[in-house]
């Protein structure tokens, strides 16, 4: 006969099935609700600490621009004075090493210059990528939660479902010994359990993966604090006004708004290259191809914006009509289990029988929480993607 997993690696498993413990002093409660996660973020994760650092940098290099123009025109003064009463051949040699040094700093003025013009933009270019970063951290952080929450109730299903099958092979062993049943059926029987076992373990490492992600993305290794439930679902969620909605979605996004950025940085080197070297030359051309295929991408990316809008909404209806399949299931379940309780007290059932109902009522009802909890994800998706954050299916 096959041998399940031992008994004291199986009763581990399923204490350290529940909610696991995690991160120090980051709520008052000892709980972290899925409501607290966009406040500790930004308070505790260090890669908002970075993109906070990338903003105030940004904004200092506009200051550290005009020092080094002022100081270059200091120079170039300088150059004018010492150039004066100098005369050809006699200061020959200075003249040219003046000239050679005034064309340099020309060159680096005008390129100072101009990343001095372009600096509003590269500074919103960088608030706009730092915020993005922000909302990705919180996001990820929120996936893990929600995750969490899944994995809690697929361990409870595992955990049911293994003391179910635990009684029936007791039962069924009984049964062998008196002839009953066939060594086979009980070989089958076994090889579920272990199989239902291993499924707990890898769950187990699942959640652990998952919290050690919050760990990181709060900052906070320790474990003292516990993972609070999924808010409730509005089942019933519509979308008011889907132009609007989507109108709202276009203006937010971050990828458009990089990109009309990037546009911006585009149509001033274009005007450079032309100034610069006129129409017909090569720096002209190759401004003018990078432009174009930023408006390419800038409609491509429209596009693609308005799809993944109906790509959302699909996903929201198809896991509103799962709900309410698995929640009649449920009803169906229920009624099952009354009858299964009935015919228990006529003594028609056997108490392994009843236990088998019950463990099905509760499986199922694990199963429409969890779908509660994929149907609240989407909604949180939706709502992100109105923010400006991109749509993954």
Not at 93 to 100: C, E, F, G, K
Not at 371 to 376: K, S, T
């Amino acid at each position: 006969m096959k041998k399940v997993i031992g008994v004291s690696v199986l009763s581990a498993i399923l204490v350290l099935g529940q909610p696991l413990a995690t991160f120090a002093n980051t709520t008052n409660s000892g709980i972290i609700n899925f409501e607290d996660i966009g406040p500790l973020i930004t308070e505790q994760n260090l890669q908002v600490a970075i993109n906070q650092n990338n903003r105030e940098d940004s904004n200092v290099g506009a200051g550290k621009l005009r020092k080094d123009i002022r100081d270059i025109n200091r120079r170039l003064d300088k150059i004018n004075d010492e150039k004066h009463g100098l005369s050809m051949p006699d200061d020959a040699s200075l003249i040219i090493a003046l000239n050679t040094e005034k064309s340099a700093l020309l060159d680096q003025l005008k390129t100072l210059e101009r990343q001095l013009e372009d600096m509003p933009t590269s500074v919103d270019s960088t608030d706009t990528s730092s915020t993005m970063s922000d909302n990705t951290q919180i996001r990820t952080a929120e996936g893990a939660f929600i995750t969490l929450n899944a994995l809690k109730l697929a361990s409870s299903d595992l955990s049911m479902s293994i003391t179910n099958l635990q009684n029936q092979l007791s039962t069924m062993q009984l049964r062998e010994k008196l002839g009953v049943v066939s060594h086979t059926e009980v070989d089958n029987l076994n090889t579920m359990l272990m199989n239902m076992q291993t499924q707990l373990v890898s769950n187990q490492l699942q959640q652990e993966s998952n919290v050690r992600q919050l760990r990181d993305l709060l900052n906070d290794q320790d474990s003292t604090l516990q993972i609070g439930s999924v808010p409730m679902t509005d089942e019933n969620f519509t979308v008011a006004d889907k132009d609007a909605d989507l109108k709202q979605a276009l203006e937010n996004s971050y990828t458009i708004k990089a990109l009309d950025d990037k546009i911006v940085l585009l149509e001033d080197n274009l005007a450079r290259a032309e100034k610069d070297n006129g129409l017909s030359s090569t720096e002209y051309k190759t401004a003018k191809y990078a432009l174009d295929n930023a408006n390419l991408t800038l409609a491509q990316q429209k596009n693609k914006l308005n799809t993944d809008y109906s790509s959302i909404l699909d996903d929201i209806a198809k896991k509103q009509s799962n709900l309410q399949l698995e929640e009649q299931k449920l009803a169906d379940k229920k009624v099952a289990l009354s009858e299964a309780q009935i015919k228990m007290n006529l003594g028609m059932i056997t108490q392994l029988d009843l236990d088998s109902a019950t463990t099905d009522y509760q499986t199922q009802e694990d199963t429409v929480k969890t779908d509660q909890i994929q149907l609240f994800s989407s909604i949180n998706s939706y709502n992100w993607f109105l923010k400006g954050m991109p749509w993954t299916s």
